[in-house]
């Protein structure tokens, strides 16, 4: 099936995260779609400032912000540079997240500053920055698109928080579009294990192996096909408050 061509040309979004995978993948996308793209990143400054290289190359204006997603201070500084740089908002993609791995049965490995560092800022994070955009994208008609988890429908994931945290940005999403009706689209995407990730390269070959075997497609989703998915729904029209897994259809039959 022919991908339909999305023009965005003239839009301001914010990906968030974007000097990670999945976060290059969907501001690549905008970006090809005519999208001015400003990505967030919190340490390595050095793949965010390769990738504004990139989307400048593509005709688009890009800048590159510091945020600190579990902080309350860097998420309205974040909009503001955005809104000072190009004087609107259009679409923002919450796709920042954090997360370590602790197993769902060490209750005790699962300290209350762990809990709280994933909650703040796989949930916490985008609220505010939901928060500090909501005016701006009010008035241009805007889109907001949380990038969630499988592990937030599932009990599954890299721990319990962080499962807990997804499952409250799904939920986010749906409160959000109540809170933004009728001027703003909030819509959520779950991706589940993605092939060809820095994550998915550190998951041993026999969890991977797992994953592809209950994927109903006969393969567990990648950047391309959530990045695809991104620009889809930051388009469309008619949807708002929805959740949409991409996962192969691993948990269809589960």
Same mark, same amino acid.
């Given at each position: 099936?022919?991908?339909?061509?999305?023009?965005?040309?003239?839009?301001?979004?914010?990906?968030?995260?974007?000097?990670?995978?999945?976060?290059?993948?969907?501001?690549?996308?905008?970006?090809?779609?005519?999208?001015?793209?400003?990505?967030?990143?919190?340490?390595?400054?050095?793949?965010?400032?390769?990738?504004?290289?990139?989307?400048?190359?593509?005709?688009?204006?890009?800048?590159?912000?510091?945020?600190?997603?579990?902080?309350?201070?860097?998420?309205?500084?974040?909009?503001?540079?955005?809104? %000072?740089?190009?004087?609107?908002?259009?679409?923002?993609?919450?796709?920042?997240?954090?997360?370590?791995?602790?197993?769902?049965?060490?209750?005790?490995?699962?300290?209350?500053?762990?809990?709280?560092?994933?909650? $703040?800022?796989?949930?916490? %994070?985008?609220?505010?920055? $939901?928060?500090?955009?909501?005016?701006?994208?009010? $008035?241009?008609?805007?889109?907001?698109?949380?990038?969630?988890?499988?592990?937030?429908?599932?009990?599954?994931?890299?721990?319990?928080?962080?499962?807990?945290?997804?499952?409250?940005?799904?939920?986010?999403?749906?409160?959000?579009?109540?809170?933004?009706?009728?001027?703003?689209?909030?819509?959520?995407?779950?991706?589940?294990?993605?092939?060809?990730?820095?994550?998915?390269?550190?998951?041993?070959?026999?969890?991977?192996?797992?994953?592809?075997?209950?994927?109903?497609?006969?393969?567990?989703?990648?950047?391309?096909?959530?990045?695809?998915?991104?620009?889809?729904?930051?388009?469309?029209?008619?949807?708002?408050?929805?959740?949409?897994?991409?996962?192969?259809?691993?948990?269809?039959?589960?």
């Amino acid at each position: 099936m022919r991908e339909v061509q999305v023009d965005l040309s003239g839009k301001g979004a914010l990906v968030t995260g974007g000097s990670g995978d999945l976060g290059r993948a969907i501001a690549m996308r905008l970006a090809s779609r005519g999208a001015w793209v400003a990505i967030t990143y919190a340490n390595r400054r050095d793949l965010a400032e390769g990738l504004v290289s990139e989307l400048r190359s593509t005709g688009v204006g890009a800048l590159a912000v510091q945020l600190d997603q579990a902080t309350t201070e860097d998420p309205p500084q974040v909009i503001q540079a955005v809104i %000072g740089s190009w004087g609107r908002l259009d679409i923002l993609v919450n796709n920042a997240a954090w997360n370590i791995g602790v197993p769902f049965p060490d209750l005790e490995a699962m300290t209350p500053d762990l809990w709280d560092r994933i909650h $703040a800022t796989n949930l916490r %994070g985008p609220f505010l920055l $939901a928060r500090a955009g909501a005016t701006h994208l009010r $008035a241009g008609g805007g889109r907001i698109l949380n990038i969630a988890s499988v592990a937030g429908l599932n009990p599954d994931g890299s721990s319990i928080a962080y499962a807990t945290a997804k499952a409250g940005l799904i939920h986010l999403t749906r409160c959000l579009a109540v809170a933004l009706a009728p001027d703003v689209a909030v819509n959520c995407i779950e991706p589940g294990f993605m092939d060809g990730t820095r994550m998915a390269a550190r998951v041993p070959p026999s969890v991977a192996a797992t994953h592809q075997s209950r994927a109903l497609l006969g393969r567990t989703a990648s950047c391309d096909d959530v990045a695809g998915l991104a620009v889809a729904i930051c388009s469309s029209e008619g949807a708002t408050g929805q959740v949409i897994a991409v996962d192969g259809g691993m948990f269809v039959h589960s």
